[in-house]
């Protein structure tokens, strides 16, 4: 039973919310390197949609348009939501590695991926009024995104859905934390480097006017 | 300190290299007035709020002082006004007169000092800061600041009316000081008091007091809302105690047709700053996100401040533009009846085009006049080719004539190819002549994805008359192709399972 390949995995995981991922861990399967590439097309569908959308549906930030809030938005997210999920579930009995989480992760995002794409290609056919279709595409990846991920999070770490929910939310609560470190963390950084660099102002004017 | 220059360097250079072009393009086609000789660069916003270069739309005629008029020096005038009889009308404010000058501006017809009261007796002004001629019944409104009084008279000097401080409940200020005044078609008297914040007094024709007009809003800063949380638990006596929030006054005001047009001076104010009033007092651009003056405050080092625009005065043209003086920056920025920005001129220097106290503004034909009232002096604005270009233009768009007006937005694309009023006009005509491919590459130009999403309906409306067969046939093909793909893989599996290893 369920001799399938890895890219057969994918489509499995992704089209059987429920018991997909059981199936997944139960058969040791999924693999990193197809979860890197889908954390690569997530990035690239974050780009799209904030640069390929159709000129109709409003006006592109060419003139301030910077890449590095969309790799935050997309990579940046994905590391803090597995780092933060796996510290938080090592802590409550998770059996998940992080290799699994961030493969069990990637896996359920491929929803809203596509939805990304397929509404990034609508919106050069559509018009104004019949925005309706990409809404209802967007819901539509969106859920089942979401219930991919609470189910992907419920069997990498064998949960009951109410310790998911709990893990969920802290791992949220986590990310915020991080958040919160790293501002700390930049404003210490620029406080040294206030330091450092008024210090060496001092010395180099000492040096020239002495 | 480094950074600025650089930028003003690179404008500079940037204008230098679009006027370079401009040059080699149309040189012989137009006779453009080189518009060298301003001491500023003209410039517009461009979609993003963001200063461009531009093209001027008016440029400095001449600057014409009391002395060149034969009146001797004015002393801080501080309102002037075309007439419909062709002459401009000056209030020397320091001098207690009157000037009235020609439609040239090249000598002075009379001088107004002293009146004729009704009783016999002569009256003199004292301080006057506004003045307002009626087209309808041809009376000289003056605001007699000083004497505490509208005096309203003919041309002949001979005083009809005079309205003193209303002795009225709903008048309770202990001043009443003129500054502007106006009458309406009915001969109803309008005028801005100085100190006065719940907007203008209004008058009867017979001079009776009605009410006040057209109050600004109280802008709802943070400060405001926590002061009216606070009150909320107060004691009567204490609520009493406290400062009140209240609105800045009006500043000055202009009538056009059976609308007032009010702007305020105040720079902290960003609500209300120029308002278009109806007969009942609304104000019609409250619900436009219309703002006025520069977007970026002016620093100035001297004072180490910041400076927000200050409307201090207001003109509507004949046609219907809108122009406000900016007593912060000495510009004149001009608007259309839709309160799009046309042109912005002027700036604050001591040379022929600048201001140093920008007073009052005024229209006349395709003129713009600035009143100083430190140099004392007032500036002749001329419009442009490419000012009348985009004022037809304008004017053609805004009555509904969008294919009339394509040629015109030619025109000034001609001269300004970064014109975005002129990008979205030609958006407009094309879409409504049926180009819709046009449309969707001036739309795009222009960054307007409303007018781009109404081309492209068109577009692909056409697109799929035109190829029908073509996408209906791959359609059907595609599906079909589909449909043998999956039996055809239905089957390899079915023959899979069948000849395949019977366990795992």
Known sequence: MMDLKQSEWVKHAVTHPIEGFEDMRWKKSGSLKIAVVIVLLFFFAQVAHASLYGFQFGQPHDKTFSIVPYFVKSVVLFAAWTIGNWAVCTLLDGEGTARNICIYSAYSLIPYIVQTYVNVFLSHILVRDEEVFMQVIEIIGVGWSAVLLFSAIRSVHQYSAGKTCMAIVMTIASMFVMLFLLVLFISLVQQIWMFVSTVWTEITYRFRVG | ?504
């Open chain 2, 1 to 504: 300190m480094y950074k600025p220059e650089k930028e003003a360097d690179d404008t500079k250079k940037r204008i230098l290299a679009a006027m370079c072009s401009f040059a080699v393009v149309c040189g012989s086609v137009s006779a453009f007035p080189a518009n060298a000789g301003e001491p500023y660069e003209s410039y517009n916003y461009d979609s993003w709020g963001e200063a461009i270069p531009s093209q001027a739309g008016y440029i400095p005629d001449r600057a014409v002082s009391g002395q060149e008029l034969g009146a001797g020096g004015f002393d801080s005038p501080s309102d002037i006004f075309f007439a419909g009889d062709g002459l401009m009308y000056i209030v020397d404010t320091k001098n207690d007169r009157i000037v009235a000058v020609d439609e040239d501006m090249t000598h002075t017809v009379r001088i107004y000092d002293s009146f004729i009261m009704p009783g016999g007796t002569e009256t003199t002004l004292d301080k006057p800061k506004g003045i307002y001629i009626s087209p309808y019944n041809s009376l000289m409104y003056i605001a007699d600041s000083e004497n505490e009084r509208i005096l309203v008279s003919d041309k002949s000097a001979k005083v009809i009316m005079e309205i003193k401080a209303p002795d009225d409940d709903m008048y309770n200020a202990p001043t009443f000081k003129p500054q502007r005044v106006l009458a309406d078609k009915a001969g109803n008297i309008y005028a801005v008091l100085g100190n006065i914040t719940t907007g203008a007094a209004m008058f009867s024709p017979e001079g009776r007091f009605i009410g006040f007009y057209g109050a600004n809003r109280v802008q709802p800063t943070a400060e405001i809302i926590g002061n009216y949380l606070r009150e909320l638990f107060m004691s009567e006596n204490k609520r009493s105690r406290r400062s009140r929030s209240v609105p800045t006054g009006i500043t000055s005001f202009d009538i056009e047709g059976d609308f007032i047009f009010t702007c305020t001076s105040s720079s902290t104010q960003r609500t209300d700053t120029v308002k278009k009033l109806n007969a009942a007092g609304k104000n019609i651009f409250a619900d436009l996100s219309a703002t006025f003056g520069d977007n970026v405050p002016i620093y100035d080092p001297i004072q180490n401040t910041l400076f927000a625009p200050a409307i201090v005065d207001i003109d509507i043209s004949e046609d219907g533009c809108i122009n406000c003086l900016d007593l912060t920056s000495g510009r004149v920025f001009q608007y259309d009846e839709e309160c799009n920005l046309l042109f912005i001129t002027g700036t604050k220097a001591n040379q022929l085009g600048g201001v140093n106290t920008a007073a009052a503004v005024e229209s006349h034909g395709d003129k713009i006049y600035v009143l100083d009232s430190t140099k004392d002096t007032i500036t002749v604005f001329k419009e442009t080719v490419f000012g009348a270009a985009v004022h037809k233009a304008t004017k053609l768009y805004n009555d509904g004539y969008y294919e009339e007006a394509l040629e015109p937005w030619y025109e000034v694309l001609r001269h300004d190819g970064n014109y975005r009023r002129a990008n979205i006009g030609v958006a407009s005509a094309l879409l409504r002549k049926g180009d819709y491919k046009g449309a969707m590459k001036y739309a795009r130009i222009a960054d307007s994805p409303e007018i781009y999403n109404k081309a492209f309906e068109g577009y692909r409306a056409e697109f799929i008359k035109k190829h029908f067969t073509a996408i209906f046939l791959s359609f059907f093909g595609a599906v079909t192709a589909l449909l043998i793909l999956g039996r055809y893989r239905k089957k390899r599996r079915k023959h899979k399972k069948k000849g395949g290893t019977a366990f795992r």
